[in-house]
């Protein structure tokens, strides 16, 4: 039997070209993923298994066209290796590729820093996006219910990254961990392995460490959801049905609707003709003192446009630097969605639009606000309506601040 040789010596007949193209094609290839069927409904949320992941051959298959290399050449490769056959995170050809060509390009010279950064963080994304579809769909193979793990999520503690609003997400959570992988600091314990690629060891731990952090996280919430599941404990035990009596129908089922809503509203706003609804500008303006249709008007048009903005440059769900303020437009319109609703449910609202809309009010406009992402999503909104610089007074800014939560609040109730 012939011995086994490095990883660095094997694959060193895949060179990879890395090039300005190469790396933009390396962010377009999570892009599209982030955004195709189901996914933004999985990844924009601090939910588990309510709705399935996808991680699927054509998604590893990919990677090895993107780098022009033979997937079958690269696996007899490994084969050669010393790791054995039965580590299967670390025999893995895709989960291998990952970290080979992120030490190709992190050595490579033919691009800025800043692209390097980006496509680096980008294909670990997408190794820990493929390590989150398996695990979810093995600890939730019936899928979870969504009442139940809307509770389990509201009773976690600060302990949980997925409590903090810089890390709210799973994606969030996923870009923080890859962003970690091209920092030279001692806080980045794989950069001497991803810089030099070897020794094996070390190059295999990349893989095993990145793994067991998102099985943990997982397993952690899973486990309290189970418990939860057994002892019947849900936020909201009886479907929303009927219709109030003047006829208008209420949000039936909401706990299955958060997701549909949300990803509603933040495609309607990429379309600003969509976005703009006059009849509810009309109604917010009678609500709102010292608000204009014309204001609330601009003020839509300049988020749509942000939202637009965001969308292509793939930013819709960022915090800002110093992660106090919701910048990116989907992440905003999630928290918003997400945080009233609850409120509604856990202060025993009707969940009838006038109710809604009433609570929504007295919400927003309250300065004794215990829960900090509410008070995070008002102060996010105020950034904005600030940056539009429709008004320079405080309190038309104050009214044009409210006017907009209700406007997003008010398209909820299109939903289907």
């Known amino acids: 039997m012939a011995s086994s040789l490095p990883l660095k ?19 377009r290839w999570k892009l599209l993923y982030e955004t195709r069927g189901n996914n933004p409904e999985v990844l924009n949320t601090a939910l588990l298994g309510v709705v399935h992941p996808g991680f699927f051959p054509k998604d590893s298959q ?50 800025s820093m800043d692209l390097k950064d980006k496509s680096i963080s980008s294909l670990y994304m997408m190794l820990m996006y493929k390590f989150f579809s398996s695990v979810v769909r093995h ?104 219709q109030d009596k003047e006829g208008n129908k209420t949000i039936k ?12 509203i933040c495609n309607r706003a990429l379309n600003v003709q969509r976005f703009i609804n006059s009849d509810y500008i009309k ?41 106090q303020f919701f910048q990116g437009y989907h992440i905003l319109i999630s928290n918003l969605i997400q945080r009233t609703y609850r409120a509604c449910i856990i202060d025993k609202v009707p969940l009838k639009r006038a109710h809604i809309i009433k609570k929504s009010m007295n919400l927003y406009r309250s300065s004794r606000i215990n829960d900090p992402i ?16 429709v008004s320079s007074r405080d309190a038309t800014i104050s009214s044009l601040k409210i006017a907009f939560i209700l406007y997003i609040i008010m398209m909820s109730f299109d939903i289907d």
């Open 374 to 389: 509410i008070v995070k999503i008002k102060e996010s909104v105020g950034k904005f309506i600030e940056s539009t610089k």
């Open 139 to 242: 600890m939730f193979p019936h899928t979870a219910d969504r009442s139940i793990m809307e509770a389990t999520i509201d009773s976690l503690t600060d302990k949980f990254d997925i409590k903090h609003p810089e890390t709210s997400t799973w994606k969030l959570i996923f870009e923080k961990r890859a962003d970690l992988m091209t920092d030279n600091s001692a806080d980045n314990i794989h950069y001497n392995a991803l810089a030099n690629f070897m020794p094996d060891s070390k190059v295999i731990y990349v893989l095993s460490d990145l793994q067991t952090r998102v099985r943990t996280r997982v397993g952690n919430i899973a486990s309290l959801y189970y418990e939860a599941h057994k002892n019947g404990n849900s936020i909201l035990e009886t479907a929303l049905t009927g």
């Open 253 to 264: 089922e909401l706990q299955n609707s958060y997701d549909s809503m949300i990803e509603s």
């Open 283 to 323: 109604i917010i303006c009678a609500v709102c003192p010292n608000v204009k249709p014309e204001m609330v008007r601009t003020v839509l048009m300049m988020f749509s446009s942000l939202a637009t903005f965001q969308y292509n440059k793939g930013k819709s769900d960022i915090m800002d630097k110093t992660g």
């Open 62 to 111: 990919t990677l090895f066209d993107l780098c022009m290399i033979n997937k079958d050449e690269f696996k007899r490769a490994i084969r050669q290796s010393s790791i054995p056959s039965n580590f299967h995170v670390a025999t893995d050809e895709f989960n291998l590729l990952v970290v080979y060509v992120s030490h190709c390009i992190m050595v490579s010279n033919a691009i």
């Open 9 to 27: 010596q094997l694959f060193s007949k895949f060179p990879v070209k890395v090039d300005t193209k190469f790396a933009n094609n390396i962010l």
